[in-house]
């Protein structure tokens, strides 16, 4: 499994809504990168052919999250955070220790990201309960792909 640092970019431009009103806005994505300076050229480089007009980077930080469920439904147009609390054993003490992990998961709503999130946990081996979920203000997320084509890649 390919290790990812994710940060967390807040991009400010200005927006036209429905209505026709033009708005200014700050909206987070999330880009995976090496470092800061890499999540930055990252997300300008995936917003500028969506963004008319001016926009600027108003904050880069870390984003702490283990792993990322995402999906192709079009309804799932959402990305919750999770919280996993693992349950082992230590085997010297018989004692119960748990840690604890957040994931990224895209899904319709509050019922289908926990949906999601047992279905991607499937395959796990360790017990593990949900400790909390939450919707976040991401717009999307881009993981780093090496070997796109930046000319392809793009959706």
């Known amino acids: ?16 809504m429905e209505n026709g009103m033009v708005k200014k806005v700050t909206e987070p994505y ?3 990168a090496l470092s800061f300076t890499e999540a930055e050229a990252r997300i300008i480089e995936e917003m500028t052919p969506f963004v008319s007009g001016e926009f600027t980077v108003s904050d880069i930080k870390r984003a702490n999250y283990s792993e990322l469920f995402p999906s192709d439904e079009e309804a799932a147009d ?3 955070k999770c919280k996993l609390i693992f349950i082992m054993l230590d085997e010297k003490s018989g004692a119960e220790k748990k840690s604890t992990t957040q994931v990224l998961v895209q899904a319709a709503d509050l019922r289908d990201a926990v949906k999601k999130l047992d279905e991607g946990m499937k395959g796990t081996m360790a017990d593990y309960q949900i ?7 991401i717009m999307d997320v881009y993981p780093f792909h ?9 959706k």
């Open 1 to 16: 499994m390919a290790l990812h640092t994710w940060f967390e970019c807040k991009i400010r431009y200005e927006k036209t």
């Open 30 to 32: 999330l880009v995976d």
């Open 78 to 80: 959402r990305w919750f």
């Open 131 to 137: 400790g909390m979920v939450s919707e976040t203000a």
């Open 146 to 154: 090496a070997d796109a084509d930046p000319v392809q890649e793009g």
